[in-house]
């Protein structure tokens, strides 16, 4: 199929870019030739942008199980049912896959699960799932099952390739296994093999089926099932291939051993490094005040969040889900960084577009991301996007009441066309409204009885909190669910951030004048009475911060100033003046060491202002650091050889004892 809609000769090699004519070429004619599980997955991928082959592989799966099937049957003339053949199936799996085992359990008459288990080192692909259950339809094939139902209920995978609907309703993502039932109303067939003689076949296997009609009659018939002597040669040789691999796999183990505490220490790298890339606080903007809940899973998360200034009249906050969890996931989420950086659109349903063009060209769709981006602007309109994520939840201050938004959309990074998918919804902020993004780790997890948290339970205590502040609500969120979930082990990251419209904006547009009025004015001791009024209504909001910290520094309150300039400097604002004082409090406090390295980050960040420079020099005559003296002296004659400052430093330095 890929051949004919790619407009390809049959006899011409379609892949490459990834495999030779050789290879091709011993693929279609030597059966006894397995390729790699990694050719394997780039064939499919490759395939996949272009043709919808799930079907395919749906089918190929059925046609695995019927032509296989013969092996499993009694050597005998023994008839088996279907619920004999269900126990017998995992034999079938070990011999298709080293990558995947199978468990059968029993749940009714008629009712049975199974469990698909990966090998740690194998990630599970979409077309694995469609694949497995179009094996389990084989089963209703062959014994001509006319009423059953086959769903997939449980899988570790985060999305499938096609609708989710196909392969089952209300399926668990991200769990710890992928599983499947599948449920029966009737049983009336035997199977068994045949004994007819190979003239009689047409030299082909064939099975015996029985049907029971009555009591006391029964309907035989014959079944076609496809040679199978050559599935079982090759079977046979991946056997042998196993049995060498285990021996090579034992000379690994102290070679593995190590590399384990190698791959922890860069565990703890990469978590040092997602870190940084993740804000602790998002800072108030404009009023609008945020807290975030951020729990991951392992050392590394797939969850991340975000926030991105446009100029001065709107904010940009992503909260981002990427598909798996560790190195692979923190990756993904540096990249998110990057791009939601770069690609600052007027609406976030283009930012997407371009961030999925960008993601499927750098991760080759070995990782895709959900995200819900939202546009603040100045004016408290929010535009927002969501793509393959849990949608927002709105609290309205003037009815007390919560709602989930509207919005659709599929993944980043996995769909070409994932582009047409996109939608930019409009809220309006007013005061007091909240608006909660968060990650489905936070709404799926169970308690010990197998039940979700679920959205509606999340709206309820959203609603209950309607007195109290964002912090509070986000805090009293996680906290009852922590209680809800205690017992369980964590399922997923779980990543929640919420923002409010300060209901008391008003007030503190004033306070916050009148501060600014007096600071102005170098009326520092007023200006200190209204920055902390302004200050206790919104803690984080930049501005404020800045000129309180300051005013503290000029009336003297260095220690004050100096928890509330580090507290502004964690948010990494890049402000030359906020380091500029901090160093002036430290000197004052005669933290020597703390100031020179604050006074240093305010030169790089503005090396045209001398002013750190003068005060660097002055800490080095404090401290009889002469030779530091006279480089700082001549790195400011480099820059303005008529600064009138430098001619007293020269002087002062002269007269310091040589060290």
Known sequence: ??????????????????????????????????????????????????????????????????????????????RIDLEEMICRLPILIGRLTRVVYLNVKTISDHKVLFVFKYLPEYQEKWYDAVFFQGMLNGLAVLFELKTFAIRMTKTKLFGI?????????????????NEYELEWSEDNLFLSRSRLTKDDVNNRHRVMVTSRIDS????????????????????AIENRDLEAAVEVLKSFKQELEKKQLSMAKDLRLAKNIQKGLIPEIIPDWNGIQFWTGFTPMQEVSGDYYDYFPYHTNKLGVAVCDVSGHGVPAAFITALSKLLFSNF?????SETFKLINRELLDLVKQQGYTTCVYVLIHDDYKVIYSVAGHPRPILYRSNTKRAEICEGDGTFLGMFPD???????????????????????GLTEAENDKGVQYGETKLIQIIE??????????????????????????????????GLQLSPRLAEFNIIKAKADEVYRKKEYKDALFFYEQAHQILPRELDTQLFYGKALAYNGNYEEAISLLESYNKFKTNHYKSHSVLGYCYYQMEMFDKAEIEWKKAHSINDSNLSNLYNLAQLYRKINQKKKMKDVIEKMKRIEESYLHILPLEKKWESLPDE
């Open 1 to 78: 199929m890929y051949q004919r809609e790619n407009h390809l000769s049959r006899h011409a090699n379609p892949f490459p870019e990834i495999l030779d004519d050789i290879v091709y070429n011993r693929i279609l004619k030597d059966p006894n030739y397995w390729i790699s599980q990694d050719l394997e997955d780039k064939i499919i991928q490759i395939v996949s942008q272009s043709l919808d082959i799930s079907g395919i592989l749906y089918h190929l799966g059925t046609e695995s199980l019927i032509t296989n099937a013969y092996d499993l049957l009694p050597l005998d003339d023994s």
């Open 161 to 177: 390739h096609v609708s989710h609907k196909e392969l089952g309703e209300d399926i668990q993502f991200g769990a710890d296994s």
């Open 216 to 235: 006391q009659l029964e309907e035989i018939s014959i079944v076609d099932v496809k040679d199978v002597v050559r599935r079982s040669r090759e079977l």
């Open 344 to 348: 600052k659109k007027t609406k976030p």
């Open 418 to 440: 994932a582009g047409d998918t996109f939608q930019d919804f409009q809220i309006q902020l007013e005061p007091g409204d909240k608006l909660f993004l968060y990650t489905d």
């Open 464 to 497: 209950s909190c309607a007195e109290k502040s964002i912090q509070e609500t986000v805090e009293f969120i996680l906290s009852n669910h922590k209680e809800f979930t205690m017992g369980t082990d964590p399922m997923d990251d779980i990543t929640l951030l």
